[in-house]
């Protein structure tokens, strides 16, 4: 509007001129304007208002409506509706009142991390969480959104505090589900008053997204840290200690273990003191009936004969003389505005009520209206708190009335402030008068009355006199004190201060003391901590926060981590020293408060919008992370430590010490999602690559069972991205990998390695095959489809291709396309084996032991082209090559562009792989694809081929490669049929899982097209059985 405009140009020319002030109150009333014209706009006549809980809401909105607002039932029954008319947001409404129960939300992992035993406890700092409504707040959930259905507006009274504020934002996110353009205020409030609230009516505020973040980011690593150390530990050391903690839980918390570390380390304190033996001299006196005693200024020495010479020089002129008599005023200062901290401590040491007790106590005389808000950092009353109306509420009391009366005759209250302030609620202060309460209720409001007219009032005050005596050189002091106004007092009895009267002496007069003694004694260790004392080394050390301290003190209690002695002073249990003390071994002081500490100044930094959610998140998560991995490393000092207390230790399998061992690094990040895919273990051997945001991401990777072990490597690859893909440490099989190339070395599954590539079948990373961006999510690579496509156990995969060193003019051969045949020279005049190169290949003789011992073979003389050829088999396949005129030809289903080649039996770059099943050279015996010579056995199940033998692995079946032949039709070695092509080529793409089909082309002996070919079983491809009765498949 033009009027907007004028006062924001008018608020301008102020703020260059100089005059801030005006400019700062024209914002001001800019503000509201603003405001007042958003509201006229929204037309509101119903509002939702939504408290902390039913009392709070009660409360409210009795204050709201003057005692007369309408009842109802919600679908909670312990949260009722009240409705009723008000002026809000410059118009009259309806205000419809009704509450939740705390957090209305819960922060809880995803499904498959849920259970105990789902997953490795270190993938729970990476793990998918999310909000969720428990089940017993559904109902008040189903009120939430029946109500705003019919309002315009959402005004949130949950508590002011961090807590609070993100309780507000969830009841914001239910509402806003249904209706999302509700129109949200939220009303700050420190006490249910009629004042307060009216107040709060009037300067409804926007809700604080930064505080409420902060919580986010505290419930979540709170969730994170605390789930994985306690699953790792609990799990862990129910198996070591089964006779004492098989039913125990053995919780972890970044809070409560430095709460414990605490108590452990004044106990440890205590255990490693040494008294030391003492010695001092005593003056007595006896004057006027009264008993003086002189203290020596010396205080006391820790050598015998010194303190032995200084008595005797004493003893040998025993007179005294006054030196020095002096008097001065002495106050005793009455107490600090009371905050939550003050409260605990207090109530602990004073009332003897713990600290949990005592803050349920003052939330329920909260929400009843009897005292303001019991959670505040402040320690100071603001300036416009009307404080003489608060001291004139109590002067009916009998017992403590007549005190307030006098600090109303005295000119008002004036109180002594501290120097801390939260800027959201004044102290802890009575807000109306109370005479019907019962049992600690109204022994803690009392409390609270007699402590705010106490630092209403005045100091005791009180003259201290001080007289100074020489004997022999040697000094001694008695101190005198009377008190001449006991003011604040007089209704505090909590504090002591008593009067010391000495008799009068005067300077230069002196006397014969009654005795001089010399006494001895020991130093004294500290004490076991209290409750108080708790509190105060968890504030020092920025250890959770006013409203928390007593929840952790509480759960290291119920978990027996510490006790209470008689005097209630915390020991701590076996349990809590053994972990204490264990995580201390490691390295990280764990039990201390540095991190913890370190986490709840970011918290207040993200509160004051100076640092991000996400960045807090992320940094608090890798430090934990990493933590939790070397305690894990490390957990054998823990077992030791508490062996101490719980005796003989049960060891556990070697394989159970390797699972919680394994920790699952990122490798490199997820094509389809972007998260970290992570090496596993899976339950029958082997190994897998899996995306962390499995279930929604079934991305995976499966490595053949050639693969014996994988691990992730330190080095990162250069080439491929998004950074940083991990390098990866292979072993494979022996026979599983052409022989030119090492049985381990370290590779990169990125996809810049080709060879690795094939020998994987890494699909994931090929451009038109089934990647893991595909929209269903489909798992990648899954076993059942790799035994599908390929019988071999040994997964022969063919290794990136070369063109033909003869063929200049044929089209590049791609990736997955046929290999190419070595070029053997035909010449009359030399029959020289010539290797991919265009070189003469070297003879060698294998020396190794094993079934190709003493056998020769072809290889590449510069080593460039990794060929490879048995000597014994050269003729055999240069005669294959020409009888056919390199006529086999093979159709690759997985090359982009379909074409057929001349090949022969020869694989990859040079390398020729022995058919399984044929009998080489060396011997007639028939080997399996392991190169171990083949069992022979006979079908013994009811069928067409009952009684017939067949070849077959003489591994155990479980370690079995999966070859199969029929005695009676042995393939000759030459061969190239279906079942070669199959076990060698691995093919990809439409005919993956399906095997390749090949043809005779281009030879004049090829027969035209014959009868129909009769079925075959789908394992072993041979007729007269299907896969159901086939005898590999027993």
């Known amino acids: 509007s033009s009027l907007t405009f004028g006062m924001i140009s008018h608020a301008r020319r102020l703020l260059f001129s100089g005059t801030h002030l005006r400019f700062f109150t024209i914002y001001r009333s800019f503000c509201r304007s603003v405001k007042d014209e958003m509201t006229r706009r929204i037309q509101v006549h119903r509002v939702l208002c939504v408290a902390e809980k039913n009392d709070a809401a009660k409360g409210i909105a009795d204050i709201m409506s003057n005692g007369r607002m309408r ?55 990476d793990a998918e969480v999310e909000k969720y409504c428990p089940d017993n707040f559904v109902n008040i959930k189903k009120t939430l959104e029946r109500e705003v259905r019919q309002c315009q507006a959402l005004v949130i009274w949950t508590d002011c505090d961090r807590e609070g504020e993100n309780i507000g934002f969830e009841i914001i996110h239910v509402c806003k589900a249904v209706k999302p353009n509700l129109h949200v205020l939220r ?88 008294p030391e033996a ?118 009916p009391d009998p017992h403590w009335g007549a005190f307030a009366q006098g600090i109303l005759d005295r000119g008002g209250p004036t109180p002594r402030n501290g120097n801390k302030s939260d800027q959201a609620h004044p102290p802890i202060h009575p807000t109306k008068y109370a005479n019907s309460l019962q049992g600690n209720d109204q022994r803690l409001y009392e409390f609270i009355v ?52 000495i008799p009068v002496y005067e300077v230069g007069s002196q006397f014969h003391p009654t005795a001089i003694e010399m006494v001895d004694g020991e130093t004294s260790p500290p004490q076991l901590l209290t409750e108080a004392d708790l509190i105060s080394l968890m504030e020092k050390h920025g250890i959770g926060t006013d409203a928390t301290h007593a929840e952790h003190i509480e759960t290291i209690k119920s978990r027996t981590y510490v006790g209470l002695t008689a005097e209630q002073r915390f020991l701590p249990g076996e349990l809590g020293m053994g972990l204490v003390e264990g995580y201390d071994s490691m390295g990280y002081e764990m039990s201390k408060p540095n991190l913890r500490a370190e986490l709840e100044a970011d918290l207040k930094l993200i509160c004051e919008g100076r640092k991000d ?154 451009g038109g095959g089934t990647a893991v961006s595909q929209s269903n999510n489909q798992t990648v690579n899954h076993p059942q489809q790799r035994q599908r496509q390929n019988h071999s156990s040994e997964r022969y995969q063919r290794p990136p291709l070369q063109p033909r060193q003869n063929n200049p003019k044929r089209p590049p051969t791609s990736v997955a396309g046929p290999s190419v045949v070595p070029s053997y020279s035909t010449s009359s005049s030399d029959n020289a084996v010539v290797c991919n190169c265009g070189q003469e290949a070297l003879l060698l003789t294998v020396r190794k032991e094993g079934p190709n011992q003493g056998r020769q073979f072809y290889k590449c003389n510069t080593g460039n082209c990794n060929f490879f050829l048995w000597a014994d088999q050269q003729t055999e396949g240069r005669s294959n090559t020409e009888n056919r005129n390199l006529g086999s030809s093979f159709h690759s289903a997985g090359s982009a562009s379909g074409f057929r080649d001349n090949v022969s039996p020869t694989v990859g770059r040079g390398r020729r792989f022995d058919q399984p099943g044929s009998s080489n050279s060396g011997g007639g015996a028939t080997q399996c694809m392991c190169n171990q010579p083949a069992v022979t056995r006979t079908v013994q199940k009811d069928g067409p081929n009952k009684g017939r033998q067949f070849h077959t692995c003489s591994k155990p079946r479980e370690q079995q490669c999966g070859f199969f032949q029929w005695v009676d039709e042995n393939i000759p070695p030459g061969g190239v049929g279906r079942d070669f092509s199959n076990a060698h080529f691995g093919m990809n793409g439409a005919g993956r899982g399906q095997g390749m089909s090949t043809k005779r082309t281009g030879s004049s002996s090829e027969k035209g097209p014959g009868p129909k070919k009769q079925r075959t079983c789908g394992i072993c491809h041979q007729p007269g059985h299907t896969r159901l009765k086939c005898p590999q498949n027993r």
Request: net charge positive; glycine share 4%.
């Open 71 to 125: 009842k109802r039932e919600g679908l909670s029954k312990f949260n009722k509706i009240y409705e009723y008319e008000y002026h809000l947001l410059g118009q009259n409404v309806t205000v419809v009142m009704t509450s939740v129960s705390g957090h209305l939300l819960a922060l809880e992992f995803k499904a498959p991390f849920q259970k105990w035993h789902s997953c490795n406890p270190v993938t729970l700092f």
């Open 187 to 274: 009303a700050r409030f420190s006490e249910i008053i009629s004042r307060s609230i009216r107040m709060a009516c009037e300067n409804l505020v926007e809700p604080d997204q930064n505080t409420s973040d902060a919580v986010d980011v505290r419930q979540e690593l709170d969730l994170r840290i605390g789930a994985a150390f306690t699953r790792f530990q609990t799990l862990r050391l129910q198996k070591i200690f089964p006779n004492v903690l098989a039913e125990q839980l053995i919780s972890y918390g970044s809070c409560q273990f430095p709460t414990l570390g605490f108590v452990v380390e004044r106990f440890k304190a205590i255990q490693a003191f040494i």
């Open 278 to 395: 003492f010695y001092k001299i005593k003056v007595t006196h006896e004057k006027d009936e009264e008993v003086v005693e002189f203290s020596w200024k010396r205080n006391r020495l820790f050598n015998h004969t010194a303190c032995l010479v200084l008595y005797q020089i004493c003893m040998e002129n025993p007179l005294a003389t006054v030196t020095d008599v002096s008097s001065k005023p002495k106050s005793k200062w009455r107490p600090l505005p009371l905050d939550t901290v003050e409260l605990e401590k207090l109530a602990s040491r004073k009332l003897k009520i713990n600290a949990k007790e005592a803050m349920k106590i003052a939330e329920k005389l909260y929400t009843q209206g009897y005292i303001s808000y019991p959670r505040t950092e402040t320690n100071k009353f603001p300036n416009d708190l009307d404080l003489f109306s608060l001291v004139q509420q109590q002067t």
């Open 450 to 501: 007699r402590h705010f007219l106490a630092c209403c009032s005045q100091d005791a005050q009180g003259q201290e006199t001080t007289v100074e005596i020489d004997i022999a050189k040697e000094r001694f002091v008695v101190h005198g004190l009377m008190i001449i106004a006991r003011n604040y007092l007089d209704v505090y009895p909590y504090d002591k201060w008593n009067s010391k009267i």
């Open 613 to 766: 959610k996400f960045d807090v998140l992320r940094q608090q998560i890798q430090k934990y992370k990493q933590v939790f991995i070397e305690a894990v490393r490390k957990a054998k000092k823990l077992d030791e430590a508490l062996a101490q207390y719980f005796g003989e230790v049960t060891e556990i399998s070697q394989e159970e010490q390797e699972a919680q061992m394994e920790m699952f690094l990122p490798v490199r990040k997820c094509p389809n999602c972007n998260r970290d895919m992570v090496l596993k273990k899976k339950k029958e051997g082997g190994y897998f690559m899996s995306c962390l945001g499995f279930p929604s991401c079934k991305a995976a990777v499966w490595f053949p069972d050639s693969v014996l072990e994988v691990s992730r490597d330190d080095s990162v690859c250069n080439t491929c991205k998004p950074h940083p893909v991990h390098m990866l440490k292979f072993k494979f099989k022996r026979g599983s990998v052409p022989p030119m190339m090492p049985l381990e070395f370290v590779g990169c599954i990125g996809g810049c390695d080709e060879m690795l590539r094939e020998i994987l079948d890494l699909r994931y990373l090929r």
